[in-house]
């Protein structure tokens, strides 16, 4: 079984915070959700050129982030 890894997703939100897209993932993994929180404040800081009113993070496993932001395959012209 591979080892659990986790990855901090970058979100742009609105005004209220509430409305969040995840623009990012930062380059980095971590071995616990404890480790990724604790490097959200550099992270977080490195990630002020995205044009939102707030910047958030969230951890979250590695896995389903890994895959929704791996390049697709470029349609075929027919």
């Known amino acids: 079984m591979a080892p659990l890894v986790y990855v901090m997703a ?3 939100c609105g005004d209220d915070g509430a409305t969040c897209t995840r ?4 380059p980095a993994s971590y071995s616990s959700v404890a480790e990724c929180q604790a490097a959200m404040p550099t992270i977080l800081a490195s990630n002020t050129d995205l044009s939102y009113p707030v ?8 896995g ?12 075929k012209a027919g």
């Not at 910047?55 to 590695?62: K, L, M, N, T, V």
């Open 64 to 75: 389903r982030f890994v895959v929704d932001n791996a390049k697709r395959p470029a349609p």
């Open 23 to 26: 623009e990012r993932v930062a």
């Open 10 to 12: 970058i979100l742009g």
């Open 55 to 62: 910047i958030s993070a969230s951890c979250e496993r590695g």
